[in-house]
């Protein structure tokens, strides 16, 4: 069973939702469906399915529907219709209760600003999402603790977040990320307020981390080196639309269209490039 199931979802901000779902169905494009009804087609028809611990990379230009997709996978955003299984489980059938559970437990999310409170140390930071789950102070304490060690900040408990850096500012949401033990992490451009060289160090340690504990991570980025890094798998997002997905290999090979072409233009083929083609012409070249 895979772990996340999204079969047909739309998202439709405004009043008129039905009369814009309506209008959508009959083939009309979402800039005319704006203009009738103000309405705006954020996710348009969505389907896809992520195995348990896959990176799963979601791509596109700004306003194409990325963050509006990503917030439906802990209900901040409501789909208009669709449905997101969870192990099985259809999330948009939940009540309050079982909703609140599944962002405090399963459902983890870092946010692209860090979202830290700034008045709280780092340990206490890190502790936050276990706090809000009635755990007791020294068991919330040992697990704070030992997250702060696997994402590198060991020594840093008692600091506050504006005595941080940036890349370690970050580090620390993903840290509280992780210590609720949630299975799911939801990044949103968590890396792209970031220098380069930060940046390719915490993707480095995202890869340590998802290799340690095996979550399974919805990725959003603009960057196309990143997305090739991290990902198992892309989605190309357009208008609402994925347009494309599939193994990085998939996606450079066989572009769907000129939009997906236009984001891999210039894309350093080296690095995606994968042993066995490598190992192809090395052995011919050996037997001549
Ligand atoms: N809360 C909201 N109310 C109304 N419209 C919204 C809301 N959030 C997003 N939208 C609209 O939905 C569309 C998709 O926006 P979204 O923020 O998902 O794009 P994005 O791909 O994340 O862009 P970016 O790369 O700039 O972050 C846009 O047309 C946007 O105006
Ligand atoms: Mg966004």
Same mark, same amino acid.
């Given at each position: 069973?895979?772990?996340?199931?999204?079969?047909?979802?739309?998202?439709?901000?405004?009043?008129?939702?039905?009369?814009?779902?309506?209008?959508?169905?009959? +083939?009309?494009?979402?800039?005319?469906?704006?203009?009738?009804?103000?309405?705006?087609?954020?996710?348009?028809?969505?389907?896809?399915?992520?195995?348990?611990?896959?990176?799963?990379?979601?791509?596109?230009?700004? +306003?194409?529907?990325?963050?509006?997709?990503?917030?439906?996978?802990?209900?901040?955003?409501?789909?208009?219709?669709?449905?997101?299984?969870?192990?099985?489980?259809?999330?948009?059938?939940?009540?309050?209760?079982?909703?609140?559970?599944?962002?405090?437990?399963?459902?983890?999310?870092?946010?692209?600003?860090?979202?830290?409170?700034?008045?709280?140390?780092?340990?206490?930071?890190?502790?936050?999402?276990?706090?809000?789950?009635?755990?007791?102070?020294?068991?919330?304490?040992?697990?704070?603790?030992?997250?702060?060690?696997?994402? +590198?900040?060991?020594?840093?408990?008692?600091?506050?977040?504006?005595?941080?850096?940036? +890349?370690?500012?970050?580090?620390?949401?993903?840290?509280?990320?992780?210590?609720?033990?949630?299975?799911?992490?939801?990044?949103?451009?968590?890396?792209?307020?970031?220098?380069?060289?930060?940046?390719?160090?915490?993707?480095?340690?995202?890869?340590?981390?998802?290799?340690?504990?095996?979550?399974?991570?919805?990725?959003?980025?603009?960057?196309?080196?990143?997305?090739?890094?991290?990902?198992?798998?892309?989605?190309?997002?357009?208008?609402?639309?994925?347009?494309?997905?599939?193994?990085?290999?998939?996606?450079?090979?066989?572009?769907?269209?000129?939009?997906?072409?236009?984001?891999?233009?210039?894309?350093?083929?080296?690095?995606?490039?994968?042993?066995?083609?490598?190992?192809?012409?090395?052995?011919?070249?050996?037997?001549?």
């Amino acid at each position: 069973m895979n772990k996340i199931e999204m079969k047909n979802l739309f998202l439709i901000f405004g009043t008129a939702k039905k009369q814009a779902l309506r209008m959508l169905k009959s +083939g009309k494009s979402k800039k005319e469906i704006h203009q009738r009804t103000k309405c705006t087609i954020a996710v348009n028809n969505v389907s896809l399915s992520i195995k348990e611990g896959e990176i799963f990379v979601v791509m596109g230009l700004s +306003g194409s529907g990325k963050s509006s997709l990503l917030r439906c996978f802990n209900m901040l955003n409501v789909p208009t219709s669709g449905s997101i299984s969870i192990d099985g489980e259809d999330i948009t059938k939940m009540n309050k209760t079982k909703l609140l559970n599944l962002r405090r437990k399963k459902v983890g999310m870092v946010f692209q600003n860090f979202g830290l409170l700034p008045h709280k140390t780092i340990i206490d930071n890190v502790a936050f999402g276990l706090e809000i789950q009635n755990i007791n102070l020294k068991e919330r304490y040992e697990k704070a603790k030992e997250i702060i060690n696997i994402v +590198g900040l060991s020594g840093y408990e008692n600091e506050y977040p504006y005595q941080l850096s940036g +890349g370690m500012q970050q580090r620390v949401g993903i840290a509280r990320a992780i210590a609720t033990d949630s299975q799911i992490l939801l990044m949103d451009e968590a890396f792209s307020a970031l220098d380069p060289l930060i940046r390719s160090q915490m993707q480095d340690d995202l890869l340590d981390i998802q290799q340690k504990l095996k979550k399974t991570i919805i990725f959003i980025t603009h960057d196309l080196d990143e997305a090739l890094k991290l990902g198992n798998t892309i989605a190309i997002m357009k208008d609402g639309v994925i347009v494309q997905q599939g193994s990085p290999e998939d996606i450079l090979m066989n572009p769907a269209d000129d939009y997906v072409k236009a984001f891999i233009g210039n894309v350093d083929l080296s690095k995606i490039i994968t042993a066995s083609t490598i190992m192809e012409p090395f052995r011919a070249r050996v037997q001549l």
